[in-house]
């Protein structure tokens, strides 16, 4: 059973050869680099090591077009300065993979909204990869992997945009501002979809968010419902309309308040399920049933920890694995507190059950 | 008599409309009771102090009962800022009497600053000073900072299992600069739980930044 089958059967419940093999939000750098001291043989990817299946995205450029020039705004032996195509400028760590602080944003007021709308039109052509023709669909047709379509969600776009602080005090001192980012994105991806999709069959849609931290969501519901819902709506009932029935959503932290709402909204895919904000896969498939797939919750410390609590981990989720339309991944990137030899460990006994070698 | 309790009755209704304008994260109803708080004769002080930092301490109570979430923190914060940007001009130097110190950081190797950002809206609304380090801050710099400012709480933020430990290696510095047991020590973020924040020493955990707030207030309260 190839790939493509095995993962379509898989998230709808069908018998498979075995569960898909994924480490879907895969490692930070640092992990890496770590691990290539430890073990993991140099030049070789993570992924080829350990033998995981193949996945694939269509390549959409959803940066302003024209994006903004990166360029390195200031440099010393700690810190780069820089600014990125979305026009946000960042502070990274040279030293290590930690998320970037980021430190100006391209959206102050309504007027500079005004100004860089025109820059998001999913009509441009440069959206779409300079291959993009019979070849390319050719070859997406005879994938014996998995193939997804990306978009930034509503959430994620107008942050991008505004930056955290800003866009949760324009939800009450902006919320026209906000109102109207929200629905020009919710077009560009309805257009966005119709392009790609008249042309490609993806197996699934992941819209990225990352709208909740450990104690839970960065907005109510009440809010959602207002701003986001219809977005969702639309992007989701255009994505049905187009042959995608597997929609998914990214977000870290704990979103339990929101899930109803992501439902309603027409998606049935969450992850990556942060064990730390306290998200449990068991219990939202015991609350929400089988319509809604998951992906992640194997809690990161757990394998940092040592082989008991990876043994713990694998026990916990796996009722899910048996029971499909679940994913097992680690609940993030995997962070470099994870010894190469724990990580091994924890990805044989995944292969053992899984009959792989 | 009379004309006492009609200014009494006059400050509290006032002093309500303040507290009530933050509850509701009303920015023009918080400017209008500013205003009508000085012009009744209320000092700034108690205008922030028994107005609007009551209002966060309702607004308090809402996240941790789940009606209010991040986005109302943070509006809240807003709300008062703009109501103390009426009442600021008319504060002397010296009026704003702080309830504690507190030195925040968020830990070396960790970028990560919104978690602790929402944290000192919330102390500086509860009226403590607060000294804020920024981002990837090393042990040196968290023993400089109690050396020289002498707070009564040193508060760490982290965001990744990475950085957490960095943690320990700031208590450790503390301890070795004999300055440990000069302060309470409060930790969060995502990573942390109350058994970890146990195992480093810390004295406290505050799953999130209205409870992190409330442990500093008891502490200061109790004198530490």
Known sequence: MDARTRFNRFMRYRDVDRPPFYEWLGYWRQTVNRWYGEGLPSGVSVEDFFGFDRREGVPVDYDPIPSFIP?????????????????????????????????????????????????????????????????LFEYYRSLTHPLGMGFIGFFGFARNLMGLQRLLIAFYRDPELVRDIMDHW??????????????????????????????????????????????????????????????????????????????????NCLYPLEAAAHMDAVKLREEY??????????????????????????????????????????????????????????????KKMYGLS | MYVLCGSMSKRVEVLARLRDAVVNLDIDGVKRAAR??????????????????????????????????????????????????????????????????????TVEGDLHDIGKNVVITLLTASGFEVIDLGVDVPAEKFVEAVKQYKPDIVAMSALLTTTMVNMAKIIKALEQAGLRDKVKIIVGGAPLTEEYARQIGADAYGRDAVEGVNICKRWVSRGG
């Not at chain 1, 980021?102 to 909204?113: A, G, L, N, Q, R």
């Open chain 1, 71 to 135: 360029k390195l705004i200031e440099e010393d032996d700690r810190y780069i300065v820089w600014q990125n195509t979305f026009g946000i400028v960042c502070r990274d760590l040279k030293v290590s993979t930690s998320m970037p602080n980021f430190i100006e944003f391209p959206v102050k007021k309504p007027s500079d909204w005004d100004v860089l709308k025109p820059r998001f039109n999913p009509q441009d052509p440069r959206r779409l990869p300079k291959y993009w023709g019979e070849e």
């Open chain 1, 186 to 267: 919710a077009l560009f991806c309805v257009e966005m979809a119709k392009i790609v999709l008249s042309k490609v069959k993806v197996d699934y849609a992941a819209i990225w968010e990352d709208m909740a931290y450990n104690r839970g969501p960065h907005i109510s519901p009440r809010l959602f419902e207002e701003f986001m819902l219809p977005c969702y709506r639309r992007l989701t009932s255009t994505l049905r309309s187009l042959g995608v029935d597997l929609i998914m959503v990214d977000t870290d932290g704990n979103f339990e308040a929101l899930i109803p709402l992501f439902i309603e909204g027409g998606v």
């Open chain 1, 289 to 350: 049933g089988r319509d809604l797939r998951l992906i992640g919750n194997v809690d990161k410390r757990a394998l940092a920890a040592g082989f008991k609590t990876i043994d713990g981990e694998i026990e916990r989720v796996k009722p899910l694995i048996e029971e499909g339309g679940y994913i097992v991944s680690v609940d993030h990137c995997v962070s470099a507190d994870i010894p190469f030899k724990h990580y091994t460990y924890y990805i044989g006994k995944i």
């Open chain 2, 36 to 105: 009508e708080a000085l012009e009744a004769g209320v000092t700034p002080y108690e205008a922030v102090m028994d107005g609007m930092a009551k209002g966060m301490e309702v607004v308090g109570q809402k996240y941790e009962a789940g009606e209010y979430f991040l986005a109302e923190l943070i509006m809240a914060g807003e709300t008062m800022k703009e109501g103390l940007s009426v009442l600021e001009p008319h504060m002397k130097p010296g009026d704003m009497k702080h309830i504690g110190r507190v030195v925040i950081g």
